[in-house]
């Protein structure tokens, strides 16, 4: 048996020289399939990284990356408009470390040209050229030879026809195609010329290549997770592509395998791809570190054998399980654009459309938090009350129902918009104004005699670079607030580091009290004052250093990553008699923060598991996370294990650090 040996990824265009405005294709091959493998256009000379590109596409043709691909075709439609020297990247998981490249022309309109239709022929194939633009004489010809040959310079053309596909040139014309039958029967490389009159006056010209026939095996062109993939989902499925060459896949043959057990794949074939599935009965753990081998050998005679490992490293997610709730409350039964019972609301939002129109996300109706229908948000809305504004800002607001597939409950994945029917909003997005400042609160909760009480609901919140969304509660009708949760996004929390340990924590007052020029602003009306400018000036707690904990960084414009059944334990609820809640929202054309399913339960929560540190590796950096929900723990390395030298890891953010591959070995572990 042999075994299939890797080969260096290769990018080449399916032409190399393209009119304004035509679309440009690229082939890529032996990718390392990750799904966020990129094509970057840039001008010749610009290094990626150094500037924005030009053009670009995830190897999946998108600017999503949702499939991983170790070969394809990248299509550019409507190419570019400006003429030049280009050259367009293979480069590696949205980052800039090239894996190959290819160089091409964008030429005016009227130039001529000549292409083959394809770049690679195997020797005795057909060969297709066309030819644009020419003079139009009759004994206009075309030439093709050998790599580095000149025509009329030395050896004759290996092949050559008038541009009527004859060899006595009848008939001018300026465009179309002529076709070599036979092809050529040597290997190597070519260029295809256009000639003018019988002569050897070159008007275009385009390099190309003959290969001998050589018996293909089956390879794997696509695989999910993608190798190396970190946070992944929790039932995160596989899924390889494998394609046929002369040879074929033995169905019988195929061994998947995950962490050294044997699975029961599901095999699917359709013309000359095969495909192998296989889902997990179960979650993986959070933070787990997985591997799939698949195994298979080809029909030839010896059979070659090919094994593929992907290894992947889940996301930190956390399953919360929810008994009966103490109240509940999903917003179905109250009509839009009122509040449950006993549910108010205050606004310092400014409001420029007075109409009340829930089809218009800058009317007087958003300037508030209300309820309304989740189905509103799959179809389009007027944006800043002008309803000429572009198409995808009409339904940009379908973000409101993203799925985040790291929500877990009861042991499943919760894969489905966290509202339905109706939930509650509260908007800034798309808002004329200055800003938007927006309250609500609860009625008093009576939780007599309940213990271990917890809040728990459906949090729909998209984090913006000025906004933030403010969670507190109250024992005393009001008067003062609790902290539960302040989200903000992450580079405006200021962190200190320790000098003695390196342990990175957050500085909560300086973090509330910062002066920031675009965070929201309001004139009470009561005393006429002007406030906010800083995030604390929309939290009902006292500003101090015990909120640290309670400091949460988002993504900014991540429609995913905070829609979450979030979980917060209320410890000073307990057997109190009036528990209210305080949800606040302030941005400056920021977002929205969403609420469904608002629950109070009584309930002990399991001792948390003990984190797992995984380990990723990309180029020349070393990533080591863990699981974002283990709060806590410290770092630690040390040069041995024995004796063990432990010390703190500087340069710790969150939950990661990123430190250099080289070197002596390191050990690491947590310590709390």
Do not use: C
Not at 7 to 30: K, R, V
Not at 250 to 266: K, Q, W
Not at 638 to 646: D, H, I, K, R
């Amino acid at each position: 048996m042999t075994t299939a040996l890797a080969q260096a990824p290769s990018l080449i265009s399916n032409h190399t020289t393209y009119y304004a405005g035509e679309d440009i294709a690229f082939s890529f091959a032996n990718g390392p399939g990750n799904r966020l493998d990129w094509i970057g256009i840039y001008p010749e000379g610009v290094v990626p990284g150094s500037v924005a590109s030009t053009r670009w596409y995830y190897v999946d043709n998108t600017q999503q990356g949702s499939v991983g691909l170790r070969e394809g075709t990248v299509t550019f439609a409507g190419g570019l408009n400006l003429a030049g020297t280009w050259t367009a990247y293979f480069l590696l998981n949205d980052d800039y470390t090239q894996l190959a490249s290819t160089t091409f022309t964008v030429v005016d309109p009227g130039w001529p040209l000549v292409r083959t239709d394809k770049r690679v022929y195997v020797t005795g194939e057909a060969l297709r050229v066309s030819f644009l633009n020419g003079p139009g004489n009759a004994k206009d010809w075309i030439g093709i030879y050998k790599e580095g040959q000149t025509p009329g310079g030395g050896p004759a053309s290996s092949l050559w026809s008038y541009v009527d596909g004859t060899q006595t040139g009848t008939t001018g014309l300026t465009e179309g195609s002529v076709t070599f039958a036979n092809g050529l029967s040597a290997a190597g490389n070519y260029v295809v010329f256009f000639l003018e009159n019988d002569n050897y006056t070159v008007l275009a010209s385009e390099p190309f290549s003959v290969a001998a026939p050589a018996p293909a095996i089956p390879r794997v062109v696509s695989v999910q997770p993608a190798p190396e993939a970190v946070n992944q989902p929790p039932n995160a499925s596989y899924r390889a592509a494998i394609r046929n060459g002369t040879s074929q896949v033995a169905p019988g043959s195929v061994v998947l395998r995950l962490n050294d057990a044997v699975v029961t794949h599901h095999l699917a074939q359709q013309d000359d791809l095969v495909t192998i599935t296989y889902t997990n009965a179960s979650l993986y753990p959070s933070g787990s570190t997985n591997v799939f081998q698949l195994v298979f050998a080809d029909n030839a005679t010896p059979p070659n054998a090919v094994t593929h490992e992907v290894r992947f490293v889940v996301g930190a997610y956390r399953n919360i399980v929810l008994p009966a709730p103490l109240y509940f409350e999903d917003f179905d039964a109250t009509p839009e654009g009122q509040l449950p019972t006993g549910w108010t609301a205050l606004s310092y939002t400014d409001v420029q459309n007075p109409d009340l129109d829930l089809g218009n996300l800058d009317s007087a109706s958003y300037a508030i938090w209300i309820v309304v229908a989740a189905e509103r948000f799959t179809g389009a809305f007027v944006t800043y009350s002008n309803p000429e504004n572009p198409d995808d800002w009409e339904t940009d607001y379908r973000r409101v129902l993203s799925v985040n597939p790291f929500n877990v409950v009861n042991g499943q994945v919760f894969n489905q918009p966290l509202a339905s029917g109706r939930f509650a909003f509260g908007n800034s997005g798309y808002r004329n104004g200055r800003s938007q400042v927006l309250y609500l609160f609860t009625p008093d909760f009576d939780l007599t005699g309940k213990t271990d009480v917890h809040l728990a609901f459906h949090g729909l919140w998209e984090q913006n670079q000025d906004s933030i969304a403010a969670v507190e509660y109250s024992v005393d009708h009001g008067q003062t607030w609790l902290p539960l949760a302040y989200l903000l996004d992450a580079p405006d929390i200021v962190r200190v580091t320790n000098e003695i340990t390196g342990e990175v924590t957050v500085d909560a007052v300086a973090t509330l009290t910062a002066e920031h020029a675009d965070v929201a602003r309001y004139t009470d009306p009561d005393t006429f004052e002007e406030k906010g400018g800083t995030y604390g000036a929309f939290i009902g707690a006292a500003i101090s250093p015990a909120l640290a904990p309670y400091i949460e960084a988002r993504v900014n414009d991540d429609p995913v990553e905070s829609k979450r059944i979030e979980l917060y334990r209320l410890p000073q609820a307990d057997n109190q008699p009036a528990v209210r809640f305080r949800f606040a929202h302030a941005g400056t054309d920021s977002w929205y923060f969403g609420l469904d399913n608002f629950g109070l339960y009584s309930m002990s929560l399991p001792p948390p598991e003990r984190p797992v540190l995984s380990i990723a590796r990309t180029g020349n950096t070393v990533t080591i996370t863990w699981p974002a929900n283990a709060s806590g723990f410290t770092l630690e390395s040390s040069p041995t294990l024995v004796p063990a030298t432990w010390a703190p890891v500087s340069g710790v953010t969150g939950n990661s650090v990123s430190v250099p591959a080289s070197g002596s070995a390191s050990y690491f572990r947590l310590r709390q």
